[in-house]
């Protein structure tokens, strides 16, 4: 089964980008998500896209989360801008929808000045 190591986290101030990496232990052909996890919440699927390139966003990222993929890498991104204290939380990605062996440790993202 494929596995997934994100990094690329941080402590960034309101306002301010970050750009998570996602690189995973084999060949990527499916839809690919960034999920995220805030403490005391559920882990929520933030954004997706698939091998051919369509997205999603939820709401509440619209305008300022962008994902992208590199196949030759094996690697998915998150381009952040305009972080809000409400985006800290775990960053993980997965496969859509996800492979639960599949899960890695995730980067953890605080917004706060």
């Known amino acids: 089964q494929v596995q997934f190591v994100e990094s690329g986290g941080g402590l960034v101030q309101p306002g301010g980008s970050l750009r998570l990496s996602c690189a995973a232990s084999g060949t990527m052909f499916y839809t690919m998500g960034w999920y995220r996890q805030a403490p005391g919440k559920q882990r929520e699927l933030v954004t997706t896209i698939t091998s051919g390139d369509s997205t999603y966003y939820v709401d509440s990222v619209k305008g300022r989360f962008t994902i992208s993929r590199d196949n030759a890498k094996n690697t998915v991104y998150l381009q952040m801008i305009s972080l809000k204290p409400e985006d800290t939380a775990v960053y993980y990605c997965?496969?859509?929808?996800?492979?639960?062996?599949?899960w890695g440790q995730g980067t953890q993202v605080i917004v706060s000045s």
């Open positions: 997965n496969i859509v929808p996800p492979c639960q062996p599949c």
